[in-house]
């Protein structure tokens, strides 16, 4: 089974920038739409962004929209998440994952080949 890798979490401080990557070794993105998804402690895990891999207008959370850019490379075969103005309740472990549907899901059920996630942590 595939499961894809996040990079690039962190601690950073409010207002500061990063970027998660998303990866699948040996694995090439086929599938539909490739999503990214947080989870804080004590809460549901939340939809954070998603896009389609032959590109169109992406879909973003309410809580990071205009903050997060989410984008693919369909040559490195990466998936990415810019994170810009970052704020302390954007801390969880984020993740991404596929979904083989050609429709946009906020559903973290609708979705497959999840990777391990990483940890981003914003300071206020």
């Given at each position: 089974q595939v499961q894809l890798?996040?990079?690039?979490?962190?601690?950073?401080?409010?207002?500061?920038s990063l970027r998660l990557s998303c990866i699948g070794p040996g694995h090439t993105f086929s599938n539909l739409v490739m999503g990214w998804f947080r989870q804080a402690p004590g809460k549901e895990r939340e939809f954070?962004?998603?896009?389609?891999?032959?590109?169109?207008?992406?879909d973003y959370?309410?809580?990071?929209?205009?903050?997060f850019t989410i984008s693919r490379d369909n040559a490195e075969n990466t998936g990415y998440l810019q994170m810009n103005s970052l704020k302390p309740e954007d801390t969880g472990v984020?993740?991404?994952?596929?979904?083989?549907?050609?429709t946009f899901?906020?559903?973290?059920?609708?979705?497959?080949?999840?990777?391990?996630?990483?940890?981003?942590?914003?300071s206020s």
């Open positions: 890798q996040e990079s690039g979490g962190g601690l950073v401080q409010a207002g500061d954070v962004a998603a896009i389609w891999w032959s590109g169109g207008t992406p959370g309410d809580s990071v929209k205009g903050r984020y993740y991404c994952a596929e979904r083989n549907h050609p899901s906020r559903l973290a059920q609708d979705y497959v080949n999840w990777g391990q996630g990483i940890q981003v942590t914003v």
